[in-house]
């Protein structure tokens, strides 16, 4: 899907807080992000087209909400990075954070810990 980094930002304020308005989103976005109302609303705009956002017409405002949880778009974007720069290999990817030590000494410990889970699953 290629969410963008706006897009994300509008997402978790959605998904942390629900239902809100054009407006709303401005004044929550404001000081962090700088966007003026008309670039939310293009935003906003992009992301229904992509099926991200939807809007119910309350009186004169616009009330967006996510169309889908965090973890289901989460997931998705995840698969899409996999696939687009590592061919969908997961040990591709790790091989290369750790040659290019990207790893923390936790990372190790939590990936050694997942793949004992996974074995004893699987024995």
Not at 22 to 39: D, F, P, R, Y
Not at 62 to 74: D, F, G, H
């Amino acid at each position: 899907m290629n969410i963008t980094k706006s897009e994300q930002k509008i997402l978790n304020l959605l998904w942390e807080e629900g239902s809100l308005s054009t407006m709303q989103i401005v004044e929550k976005l404001e000081e962090e992000t700088g966007w003026s109302k008309h670039a939310v609303i293009s935003f906003l705009k992009k992301m229904e087209a992509k099926g991200l956002v939807r809007y119910e017409e309350k009186g004169r405002a616009k009330y967006y909400s996510p169309m889908s949880k965090k973890e289901a778009v989460a997931k998705e974007e995840r698969t899409s990075f996999l696939k687009n720069f590592y061919g969908g290999r997961l040990g591709l990817m790790v091989t290369a954070m750790a040659e290019d030590h990207s790893l923390s000494r936790e990372d190790i410990k939590d990936l050694r810990k997942l793949l004992d889970d996974l074995q004893k699953d699987n024995d």
